[in-house]
Each structure stands twice: as C-alpha cells, then as structure tokens.
C-alpha cells in the first residue's frame, strides 16, 4: 500500500505550498463550484419550463415544489419524525455492523488460524445478494425495528469485516520488523504498529459500510414502515405525490454525505500524517 | 564482546545460507561483512539481531545467548524503516518508550541536533529526502545507546555523495559512545573506510572465508595509495572466494592476502 511504504518521499516543505495557495484562495473555492454548475443549470432550466407552463410538472415536480414538500413536512413536524426514526436505525444498524466486522476482521487478519476456519464461510455469504436475506429476517426477527436493523447491519458488515482483514494483511512487514527490533509486547506492537497502520484503510472501510447501511435502509424500509424516509418514498408512490419522493430522495442524499462527513473529520486528526500525499495529488 | 559460535542457518527449503560461521567481535570494534550475493551476509546478521533464530550455533553477547531482539543491539535496514504515521521526532525517540517524556525529550532534541536535523523535528518522514530519513534511521537506532549496532547494507540506495557523507558521520557519530558496528555491505570502498577488520564471507553455503585487517588511522583518506592497497587485497579476497581466476593484481602484497588458503 502505498500510505506505509517507507520509500522517501519528494521534498516538500510546507511554505511553497502555503504561499501557493494564499493568493488563490478564491481559485481554491470555485474549482468545486464548477461542479454544482450543471446541476443547477438543470435545475433551473426545469424550474423556468414549468414556469411558463411548457410542461405542467406532475411527474417530474419543479425543484420549488420540492422545497415546498420539504418545509410543510419540517414545519409539520413530520420531517424530523422520519429522520429520527431513519437516523436511528442506521446508527444502531451500523454499529453493530462496525463491531462485528471489526472483531471478526481484527481476528481473521492477526490470526492465520481463525482466517482459514472462518474467512470461507464468510466469503460464501458475502456472496448471497444481501436482500435476500429479508424474508428470513422477516420470519426470524418480525416486521419490525430489529429485522430491519439486521438488514442494515449485514450490509455494513461485510465491507468492514474485508477493510480491517485486508489492512491488516498488507501492513508492511518491514515496519513490523521495526516493531519487534525495539521488543514491543504484543500489545505494544498493536497499539503502535499495526493499528496506525490499519487505521487509513479502516476509515475508508467504515464510509463504504455507511454508504451501504444507507442503502440498506431505503431497502427495509420500503419493505414495511410506518415512519423513516423510506416510508415517505413509499408513501410518495402510492399517492401519486412524487415531489415527497424527491423530497425524501434529497433528505437522503444531504443526510449520506453529512454522516461520511462526519467520520471524515473524525478520523482527520490520526491522518495528518497522510496529508501531505492528499495536498500534492490535489494540486 | 559478541561471540559467533559455528552459527549455521537452513532454511526449512533445505537451502544451507549459513554454515559454522564463527567470529569473535570486541566491544567498539567496526566490522565489514562483505561478500557475493547469496553467501549468507544479511541471513547472519538478522541472527545476530535476534530476528531469526539459527540453525545451529549460538550467538552470545558478553556470554548472554542472543535467541530474540536484545536492548543492547540496535539495527539499521538498507530502507530507513521509519513510521509513516510518527513526526521525525517520535521517530526517534520510538525506542525510549520506558523514559519519562521529559528524558525522552531532552534525547532525541539531541540526537536531532548531533545529525543535524533540528529543523525537521515536527516534519513526516515522507518530507524527508533518501539520505535525511537514513540519517533519521540512525539516529533511532543510537539514541537507546546500544552496544552493538548492526547495519545491514544501509547506505546501498543512496547516491554516491550522500553514501559518502553518511559514511563520515556514522564514524563521527561512533566516536561518541563507540558501540561496536557490524556492518553488511557490498561496497569494497565502504568496507575499507569504516573497518577495523573486514570479514570476507563465500557462498554457498555461506561461510567465513578471509579476514582482512585494516591497519589504518581515522579519518581515512580515500586516495591514498595505502587505502587503495587495502581495497586491492580485499578485491583479490573477495574474487577469490567466488573461485574466479584473478591474475595477478599487483606485485605489492597486501596484508589479507597471507590468509589465502
């Protein structure tokens, strides 16, 4: 992996890079606004052709209709009724799935032993279309919270489990060396060699399992909800409202980036040390 | 004194790298380790560091038998090794995790200075270029103050300028507390400027072949012509232990060149 090969870097200080930067900040800024550009140019043409009335918008509702959706359900309180319950289940859903994906990819990764007992198995069900595993969950766990969270966390799982596996697999066993030359314990030689070593591709391990407990969620929840903004996708079909559709759709994106956001700035701090590659590559 | 006692090392392969190397090495002593590829140099100085174990034979340390990694042997890699994760600084002081923070401190503010890297105490390693984190390597491993410090080809990546001047200040920086260096290299130029005594070792299985001493004062000058005599009678050793035919360098005999046969 290229964040723990000890290879010499190229030189970089950090003055040129600030004094490039500086008098282009505003340059800085609007690179990621190009971005938004079309977007919002679509957004905008569709908004003008129902406003003159080109096309009356029933199916495809104007981006204003959409934000109306969204403030009467805020104002109605509804809103943050479903975020709650949605927010929830995906919060209880992937923490079971960060723990047990972690513990049995921590122990399948150290342990040689474990990973040839167990790692088959868990390939083999890796394989099985996750939602396949509803109607069991069904019958097993009931309609409600729990098979649901089963759901989310079986999704959340599997990504983890092969991150904290194959990280700890890769760390450099040169670096290891380096460990065992200053006769750390085997509990030393964890906390300071291999979970700092595992930790980048940890991180990137937990946002791809976030991203699937979000998708596992719209899945169980359009399976059967009275709350959760999959039931407000659901709803929104079956009364023919699609600007609650894409209302839910919105929520849904603002919330998925706002969490991988969150475990990004979480996990800032103990990567600094990667920062240099990120900057450079970025530039 | 570190003692090697017929150290053998075959690998579960079946392949010998090792057969009955014997030496005995005084504390503050430099020694060069050289030899053609595959003759066992780096294989006997991971036993020496305690990284894999021998075959057979032992390697006692002031009649202490070496089986795992000892605080009194540091090792130095041909790569620096350093912790991507980790300042320059805590690099560093990586090994001084038994001191106060205040003593660990104060060490490695030292050793940055002594290799002169003061300025670079906060920076990541992958800030540094070749010869800096080599220097960095060094000093990881002299802060705990080992005994015996083992390198093993450790200047071989680096260009020829920063080799020479790594060469300089890894004397300079063993004149502070003289720990006996064993060093493995393949640079007849390095052997002679760093050793008191050159081991010159056959493969094959590898073993020892020749030993080379190298009567001259510090600092060496590399264009003197008793430092190219040095370097000849090595050369002719060390052609000799891969059975090549070498015709007669030079008329002038170096002292290793008694030891043939």
Redesign the interface.
Known sequence: MAMISDAPALQQSSEPAESATAPSRAARYARPMLGLLLPLALALGWELVVWFGWSNGRLVPPPSRVFATIAELARSGELVRHIVATLWRVSLGFAFGVVAGTVLGAISGYWSLARRLLDPTVQALRAIPSLAWVPLFILWLGIFETSKIALIAVGVFFPVYLGVMGAILSVDRKIVEVGRTFRLSGFAMIRRILLPAVLPAYVVSLRVGLGLGWMFVVAAELIGASEGLGYLLLDGQQLGKPAQILAAIVIFAILGKLTDWLIEVAAAPFLRWQDAFGRAKGA | MLALDRVSKTYPNGVQALSRFSAEIRLGEIIAIIGGSGCGKSTLLRAI?G?DRASAGTVTLDHEAIV????KI??I?Q????????SVADNIG??L?DLSAAERREKVARALERVGLAEKAQA???????G??QRVAIARALVPQPEVLLLDEPFSALDAFTRRDLQDHLLDLWADTRPTLILVTHDVDEAVVLADRVLVMRPRPGRLFDQIEINLGRPRDRNSPLFENFKRSVLTSLDRSLDRNVPDRDATQGPGQAMWW
Request: net charge neutral; charged share 15%.
């Open positions: 560091a990284l795992s990694p000892h605080a540091g090792i890699f790569e620096p090794r350093l912790l991507p994760w980790l990586f090994g995790a990541w390693p992958r800030e540094l270029s070749g800096q984190a």
